[in-house]
């Protein structure tokens, strides 16, 4: 029996390969052009960072996480949402703030100073030093409501949104207040110099807690990405005199090869805060493996952190 299947089959073999004698029955065998193989990046939504927040784009769709990302592919357009309170679609970048929402790049502009007023009273624990998170309760409270951004009695429109929220803040916080905390959020990401980071060093996810030296010194760091350190909870006295950020391999942050990141840190105090620092364009994770509030007159440690996985 195996013998005349290996007949058969060798028989089948050759009448494929053979075909008819004038070989105008065979069929051309094309092969399918493989699919275009297509990006999905990582982006995020900055006042703080928004937690919560709705977003969809043509091929995505959900809610940002902790550190205010979504998802995207190339050239799509996103839209934020809270509730039913859209706001206007805008191209979907590796970093976006209510000045691309709104396109311009004037902080007193009165869309974006609403938007910021209306995020940061929504926050839950009323912070936003320290990261702003929409609950599902508000997307919920605000199912049915539309506003304008523009509208002089944008107040009132949000007044019962803002008051039956659960959030800390029960009024619409200040104009100024708002203001003042997006320009410090926009200087700590300096955003004017923010280049594309990818995520593919091996590096990326580690995390390790500041030993405390001195000035009150504390807090998380993670690397969430190939050019970009996320400082959480973090505080620190405000003590010291030219005080920065420093990276260097094994703490030697006197080295030539140590480098500072990020703004100075001086006069500043700093209690459960969240800051993002960007490495300089000259340096890579592989770089440094520590980081230490590092103050360079006194060439001083005030507290340092290793990345570990």
Known sequence: MAYK???SSA????LTACGSDSG???VPITQEPAPAKVSTYTGQFFDSAVAGLNYKTASQSGKTNQLGEFQFQGKESITFSIGAIELPSTVANLLLTPLDIFQTQDTNQIEVVNLLRLLQSLDADGDASNGIEIAESVHQLAADLTIDFSANDFEQQVSDLVSNSGAVNQELISATMAID?????LNELGQNNLSSCTKEHETIGHTGFFSTFAHNVSGKATIIDDCTIEISQFSYDGGGPDVYFYGAIDHEYTSVDAFPMG??????IFDNARIFIKLPQNKSLDDLNGLSVWCTEFEANFGQVEFTP
Do not use: M, V, Y
């Not at 028989?11 to 050759?14: D, E, F, H, I, N």
């Not at 703004?263 to 500043?268: A, F, I, S, V, W």
């Open 24 to 26: 105008s029955n065979e």
């Open 263 to 268: 703004q100075k840190l001086n006069g500043k």
């Open 11 to 14: 028989l089948a073999l050759c």
């Open 5 to 7: 299947l290996l007949i």
């Open 181 to 185: 905390h997006f320009k410090l959020t």
